[in-house]
């Protein structure tokens, strides 16, 4: 089928962010991707859960959410722990994972929690994927505001993180899938992988057919390409300290 804006099959969507979206937050950004936009907003408080009490170690956690009119029919709005959708729970849980992945928890400066909440404004695919992106700037911005504070003597990241989707439509491997794409795929993946390269998380599935191990590979290696994109992105955002940034 033919991409939007014609697309090729290796090629992303238009990548914008503007940083420091909230006035709040201690780190912030919009990040969009095509026609999705997610709010990420990372505010560090003191205190961790009672498991992690006495281990002198911050802990990092993500909360995801669809607002009602992000999508092409309204949702109903979740509210509580106990009115979180299955895929909600999912993501958020995801988005953490892959952050906690280049943070070092022992640097942030004692027993604190890095909150981060990833709203989604607009939904046209990847939403997950763009979520984890932009909470990376958000958490980088963060800790910036942590150590200029005087908290912290420097910024407890290991690595950068970045994410997108990959899959097939109509026999042919695409990268970064909007809606209309995501919604007829014969496969579905979301790749998380840091900035030397490694994975993180694959979630792949056979949507509407088996694939084979040649069709993996081709897969991950289109991911590959894509998130080293996005991790070139992120790196020159943080070197130039640019306020908004296209891709």
């Known amino acids: 089928m033919p991409r939007a804006a014609g697309r090729a099959p290796d090629q992303s969507r238009p990548v914008k962010v503007a940083r420091d979206y909230l006035r709040y937050a201690q780190g912030s950004c919009m990040f969009e991707l095509g026609d999705t936009k997610v709010l990420c907003a990372a505010s560090i408080t003191e205190g961790v859960a009672g498991w992690r009490r006495g281990s002198g170690k911050g802990w990092v956690t993500a909360e995801y959410a669809l607002l009602p009119a992000s999508t092409h029919t309204r949702s109903r709005r979740e509210s509580g722990a106990g009115g979180l959708k299955g895929r909600t729970h999912e993501i958020q849980r995801l988005i953490g994972r892959s952050l906690r992945t280049v943070v070092d928890m022992s640097g942030m400066g004692g027993e604190v929690t890095m909150n981060v909440d990833c709203d989604v404004i607009q939904a046209d695919g990847g939403t997950r994927t763009a979520a984890i992106t932009?909470?990376?700037?958000?958490?980088?911005?963060?800790?910036?505001?942590?150590?200029?504070?005087?908290?912290?003597?420097?910024?407890?990241?290991?690595?950068?993180?970045?994410?997108?989707?990959?899959?097939?439509?109509?026999?042919?491997?695409?990268?970064?899938?909007?809606?209309?794409?995501?919604?007829?795929?014969?496969?579905?993946?979301?790749?998380?992988?840091?900035?030397?390269?490694?994975?993180?998380?694959?979630?792949?599935?056979?949507?509407?057919?088996?694939?084979?191990?040649?069709?993996?590979?081709?897969?991950?290696?289109?991911?590959?390409?894509?998130?080293?994109?996005?991790?070139?992105?992120?790196?020159?955002?943080?070197?130039?300290?640019?306020?908004?940034?296209?891709?």
Do not use: K
Request: hydrophobic residues 45%; glycine residues 8%.
């Open 134 to 247: 932009g909470a990376y700037l958000a958490v980088h911005d963060a800790f910036s505001t942590w150590r200029d504070a005087g908290r912290i003597p420097e910024l407890p990241l290991i690595d950068f993180v970045a994410a997108t989707s990959v899959g097939m439509v109509d026999g042919v491997c695409m990268l970064d899938l909007d809606y209309a794409e995501d919604s007829i795929a014969e496969i579905d993946m979301n790749v998380v992988m840091d900035g030397r390269g490694r994975f993180i998380e694959v979630q792949g599935t056979g949507e509407r057919t088996p694939f084979d191990r040649a069709r993996l590979d081709e897969l991950l290696d289109l991911a590959s390409a894509g998130v080293e994109r996005l991790v070139d992105f992120q790196r020159r955002i943080v070197a130039e300290g640019s306020d908004v940034a296209e891709l």
